[in-house]
């Protein structure tokens, strides 16, 4: 068995599925001990049962501050310190330019920033010395891609974010690094778009990929686990996981 990660304490925030699910697996599997979040307890209670008696799960809203309290809180209860925090919560939504409203707009930046930041910020107590954050960020913040605008303005704050949090952090020997998934295949853009829409948006990513294809979240889940626990010279960095599209 491999045991590469044991005795390691990690929080994963939107862990229930794809990408946070398939690394909270890759730890639990190396002998982590790993808390996920999200709002739905039923993805939550299908999760957990997958990923064993390592794994514990506390329904919080990243966007709710009292939420993030009462996870810290819990954290603090059940493991003491951490050793990871992969700041992975957030929401996808196609918004056209015309068509976003305030409360789209709101419900964006509340989850996928505020709630990233306020995160980092309740948690960061716990960290230990030499622990690892790793923040989602994505591609769609360098490429300028059609009906992300609020999206892609998140995930480039999330991108500084992880340059002054890791100035923040580093007197106390914590890095801040984030991952950049390219097109990822978690089910989500189902969810998000239809299946008509989600058909179409994913055919011409693969298209215009370089390796002509999506990629797995399992792919991005080590490379969360390197910048988490592995790169111990880097911080304030961003590790593009996308086929190549915004480097070729």
């Known amino acids: 068995m491999n045991e590469k990660y044991s005795g390691k304490n990690v929080v994963i925030t939107g862990g229930g599925s794809g990408i946070g699910f398939a690394t909270a697996k890759l730890l639990v599997d190396a002998g982590a001990r790993v808390v996920i979040t999200g709002r739905s307890q039923a993805t939550l209670d299908a999760a957990t049962e997958r990923l064993g008696r390592n794994a514990t799960a506390v329904r919080s809203d990243v966007s709710s501050l009292p939420d993030l309290d009462a996870l810290a809180a819990r954290v603090r209860d059940e493991l003491g310190t951490l050793d990871a925090l992969f700041v992975n919560a957030g929401i ?31 948690l960061a107590p716990l960290l230990s010395t030499g622990a690892g954050v790793v923040l989602t960020t994505s591609v769609a913040n360098v490429m300028g891609m059609q009906e992300t605008s609020v999206y892609a303005a998140g995930k480039a704050a999330l991108r500084s974010m992880a340059r ?31 299946k008509e829409a989600a058909d179409q948006f994913k055919a011409e990513r693969v298209a215009e990929n370089p390796m002509r294809r999506f990629g797995t979240p399992e792919e991005v889940a080590g490379a969360v686990a390197f910048l988490a626990f592995d790169a111990t010279y880097t911080t304030g960095t961003e590790l593009v996981v996308d086929g190549g599209v915004t480097q070729l």
């Open 92 to 122: 996808t939504s196609a918004m056209p330019f015309e068509a976003t409203t305030e409360e789209m707009y709101d419900e964006s930046f509340a989850i996928n920033v505020k709630g990233a930041f306020f995160t980092v910020q309740k």
């Open 164 to 194: 002054s949090l890791s100035r923040e952090l580093l007197p106390r020997g914590i890095r801040v690094n984030a991952i950049s998934p390219g097109p990822i295949d978690t089910g989500s853009l189902e969810n998000a778009m239809g």
